[in-house]
């Protein structure tokens, strides 16, 4: 009784932070759809950017999915854990098996299609340069979110401080380059400002940059989901056989 008490304790903790994970993603998900300003409205003011990237203006529905779903998962597993419902404790080992294979699959075709995502980066970053040459300096919207981007990730331009060269910004300047593309300055500079400091990096390539450094966690994390995943699946179903055995 001592182990079953413990299972099911374990089974209530665990799922109770998959339901208030669940609980964060949702809002963040209902925030993204919500707020205009955000960087997907951004993306989608690009002209000619590839069409698969509009599948990316859907990722608030995505959390929000993602989000209900594991409101669902959290609450099964507390409810089935506390009421010792051999009905919920299955159908959380259901879902969480079906999540589970979902995410392996996941994991194979983005192996599988890397290169075709690589050309999709090639093919936006061609967008978003023609997208600042023709916008920035003159579309407040789109200057105000190159800005808060660059300033955010303290990067300048896509690929670097060249993606400026013939913009409305650097005609109005006098060939100027704006201030994120200029350490230590508060206003534009010119060329040679702009290309004296080599930590100031095109947004891509900073984005790029985190990615690799952080990829050792990024692995990490998700074995360890795995790991928690397959723990729980564990769980749940000794849970269920003892308490069939108990009411036998």
């Known amino acids: 009784m001592g182990c079953f008490g413990f299972l099911k304790a374990m089974m209530v903790v665990f799922n109770g932070i998959i339901f208030l994970a669940g609980a964060a993603i949702l809002g963040v998900g209902i925030w993204v759809k919500v707020d205009s300003g955000s960087i997907l409205s951004f993306l989608g003011q690009i002209e000619d950017a590839p069409a698969e990237l509009s599948q990316l203006l859907n990722v608030g529905y995505l959390l929000i999915a993602i989000g209900a779903l594991l409101l669902v998962i959290g609450f099964l597993g507390c409810c089935g854990a506390v009421k010792e419902s051999k009905c919920m404790l299955l159908l959380f080992f259901v879902i969480v098996l079906v999540v589970f294979i979902a995410e392996v699959a996941g994991a194979v075709v ?3 299609f890397r290169p075709l995502a690589d050309e999709l980066f090639t093919k936006f970053g061609e967008a978003a340069v023609k997208n600042i040459r023709k916008d920035y300096g003159k579309d407040s919207d789109v200057t105000g979110l190159w800005n808060s981007t660059m ?3 303290q ?3 896509f690929y670097n401080s060249s993606d400026f060269v013939n913009s409305p910004y650097y005609d109005q300047y006098g060939q100027l380059f704006p201030p994120q593309c200029c350490p230590g300055f508060v206003g534009p500079c010119n060329q040679t400002v702009a290309d004296s400091d080599t ?4 947004c891509f390539p900073k984005i790029k940059q985190l990615i690799d450094e952080n990829t050792s966690v990024i ?6 989901i795995a790991a928690l995943e397959i723990c729980a699946m564990a769980v749940a179903m000794i849970l269920y056989c003892r308490i069939k055995s108990r009411g036998d």
């Open 110 to 112: 983005i192996l599988v």
């Open 155 to 157: 990067c300048c331009g």
């Open 219 to 224: 692995v990490g994390v998700a074995l360890g």
């Open 151 to 153: 300033n955010t990730l």
């Open 199 to 202: 930590t100031i990096t095109g």
